[in-house]
T-cell receptor, first 113, second 116 residues
Framework: GDSVTQMEGPVTLSEEAFLTINCTYTATGYPSLFWYVQYPGEGLQLLLKATKADDKGSNKGFEATYRKETTSFHLEKGSVQVSDSAVYFCALSDQGGAQKLVFGQGTRLTINP | EAGVVQSPRYKIIEKKQPVAFWCNPISGHNTLYWYLQNLGQGPELLIRYENEEAVDDSQLPKDRFSAERLKGVDSTLKIQPAELGDSAVYLC??????????????FGAGTRLSVL
């Protein structure tokens, strides 16, 4: 079945550091790919998405590119802030977004000032 | 615009007791999802509704879990009787529905269940 594998955490960085969180997937067909973020005490929020190969999703300084050849969707940010501290989930949805989301295990990110 | 609303936010019960969670989706969203999130893991789908019809309940443990969405709007997820292993966060999400690849799921804050 479909699956998502994320870089294990926790990840701790200093403010203004470069961030990469790795995500690879296994799926039949051509899934849509997502990054969700979960701030402390809050629900999951969509951070960015990409629906086809070579698409780049971006939001709030975060970017991820849908790489079909490497089945990857790595999350990057050039300069992280303390407010980026959260848990990040990579997810896929096959047959369009109406179907279930399959999530990775999440990566906890802590940014120190 | 109000987001997905879930209640209660926290629930503590003793094992073998029943418990129910409530979800009100975003207005106009036809598709409603219940996910289970165990500690340190990503959410996993329990059940998906298209309007009032459960179209994917393959991961719902039907011996103790039940769900309903009677008027195609809000939904209730029930566990009876609860077991220690049911301690987790129960998430509700909604989306407009349809097969479009742009279809986005919006999540509520979740209900954290502790079974003692």
């Amino acid at each position: 079945g479909d699956s998502v594998t994320q870089m294990e955490g926790p990840v701790t960085l200093s403010e203004e550091a470069f961030l990469t969180i790795n995500c690879t997937y296994t799926a039949t067909g051509y899934p849509s790919l997502f990054w969700y973020v979960q701030y402390p005490g809050e629900g999951l929020q969509l951070l960015l998405k990409a629906t086809k190969a070579d698409d780049k999703g971006s939001n709030k300084g975060f970017e991820a590119t849908y790489r079909k050849e490497t089945t990857s969707f790595h999350l990057e940010k050039g300069s992280v802030q303390v407010s980026d501290s959260a848990v990040y989930f990579c997810a896929l949805s096959d047959q369009g977004g109406a179907q279930k989301l399959v999530f990775g295990q999440g990566t906890r990110l802590t940014i120190n000032p | 615009e109000a987001g997905v609303v879930q209640s209660p936010r926290y629930k503590i019960i003793e094992k073998k007791q029943p418990v129910a969670f409530w979800c009100n989706p975003i207005s106009g969203h036809n598709t409603l999802y219940w996910y289970l999130q165990n500690l340190g893991q990503g959410p996993e789908l329990l059940i998906r509704y298209e309007n009032e019809e459960a179209v994917d309940d393959s991961q719902l443990p039907k011996d103790r879990f039940s769900a309903e969405r009677l008027k195609g709007v809000d939904s209730t997820l029930k566990i009876q009787p609860a077991e220690l292993g049911d301690s987790a966060v129960y998430l509700c999400a909604s989306s407009l529905g349809g097969q479009g690849r742009e279809n986005i799921q919006y999540f509520g804050a979740g209900t954290r269940l502790s079974v003692l």
